[in-house]
């Protein structure tokens, strides 16, 4: 390879347009299908001529066409109704009233409508995906990049967003969950692309969903949710999918995170080859020293955050190079990619990086990547 590969965690600032058209699709108003998709394939085609202008070896769509990373599902699985069912909100938010409601009243929040599943899961309409397929490989030709990839959730943070009216139990529900999504796993993959797996479940879910239990019933209920993306992954070449770890991509508390320690022996039981996960943030910065200690297995690639994806400080190419000397130091240069902590547009319409600002960004990690690659080569 001879260099330090760039890549993101996948989810772009939208434009206004293309927020338009997914609020009105997910609220169910008349959408011209035309017209969506037209805007839709040109914001995608701009994206991704935005990461290769800006240094990003392997791109993705932005998820252009989704309201938001794990909700989108309900307009492609069957089993989901709307209703009204509180939202759960993360502890460390709610150890800080005064501090959510802020967050809230200034519009910092997500609005999306709530799915509830209320009936058998299966994936009934392949369109929107095989649309998004399409948008991104038009958008890729022609691009000085690497390669591609699309997002998709893990069982696990759909079972999270939408709760369970139907299943008896939660991990009948998660597995139920699994088989469905092998279709657009293996979709994804079959297209050409990378296929990312985003999974918070895997360690935000402490706080959220299993924020009234200890730890060590999370860190069981983290094997069972690899399992299920183990599942869905049968058929599906463990190199050709990355797999996304985070606690949350807002700006909080976030004490009451769990330790990558507790988490980390589950989180590499997965499948997936390429692993991305938090390591620039205040709260997670430090556990550079927890991957020092553990044994990763000789198949996996590190894709570090280096950049924070909820701050609009631009870090200097100096810190972006020091953190991934870290991961290089213990697999090697081959085995090391720069990355986000998170996503810039989780949710449509929100999102705390200014665009210009993330593109900025991306400048910053690609010019420490090089250091960081040149520093290798000599020593």
Not at 102 to 118: F, H, N, Q, V
Not at 285 to 299: C, F, I, L, R, S
């Amino acid at each position: 390879m001879g260099r330090i590969y760039t890549t993101h965690v996948g989810s772009l600032p939208r434009p206004q347009d293309v927020v338009d058209q997914v609020f009105a699709e997910d609220k169910g108003q008349p959408v011209d299908r035309a017209v969506f998709e037209r805007v839709i394939g040109a914001a995608v085609k701009q994206r991704v001529k935005d990461q290769a202008d800006n240094g990003i070896d392997f791109a993705s769509d932005g998820e252009m066409s989704k309201i938001g990373y794990a909700t989108y599902i309900r307009h492609r699985l069957s089993g989901f109704e709307i209703g009204d069912v509180p939202r759960a909100t993360p502890a460390d938010l709610d150890a800080y009233p005064r501090f959510r409601d802020r967050l809230a009243e200034k519009g910092a929040t997500a609005k999306y409508l709530r799915p509830i599943c209320r009936g058998p899961i299966a994936y009934v309409n392949k369109a929107p995906m095989e649309q998004d397929l399409a948008h991104m490989k038009a958008a890729m030709q022609g691009q000085k990049i690497v390669g591609g990839f699309m997002n998709a959730p893990s069982p696990g943070i759909i079972a999270l967003f939408q709760p369970n009216e139907y299943y008896k139990s939660r991990d009948e529900y998660l597995f139920a969950l699994a088989d469905a999504m092998k279709t657009e796993y293996e979709g994804i993959v079959a297209a050409g692309l990378y296929l990312q797996i985003d999974a918070p479940d895997l360690a935000m879910g402490r706080h959220i969903m299993y924020r009234n239990e200890p730890d060590d019933v999370f860190v069981k209920a983290v094997d069972v949710h690899v399992e299920a993306i183990n599942h869905a992954l049968k058929n599906v070449p463990a190199d050709r999918v990355r797999l996304h770890l985070c606690w949350g991509n807002y700006e909080g508390p976030h004490h009451c995170d769990i330790d990558l320690r507790k988490i980390i022996g589950g989180y590499l039981k997965a499948k997936p080859n390429i692993l991305l996960f938090e390591a620039a943030n205040p709260r997670h910065a430090h556990e550079w020293a927890t991957w020092q200690g553990t044994k990763v297995p000789d198949d996996k690639i590190l894709v570090p955050g280096v950049i924070d994806s909820t701050s609009n400080y631009i870090e200097h190419p100096e810190l972006v190079a020091e953190r991934l000397s870290h991961f290089v130091d213990m697999v090697g240069v081959d085995r090391v990619w720069a990355g986000s902590d998170c996503g810039f547009g989780t949710w449509a319409g929100f999102g705390a990086i200014d665009p210009d600002i993330c593109w900025a960004k991306f400048r910053t990690m690609a010019a420490g990547a090089e250091i960081a690659s040149r520093r290798q080569k000599a020593a």
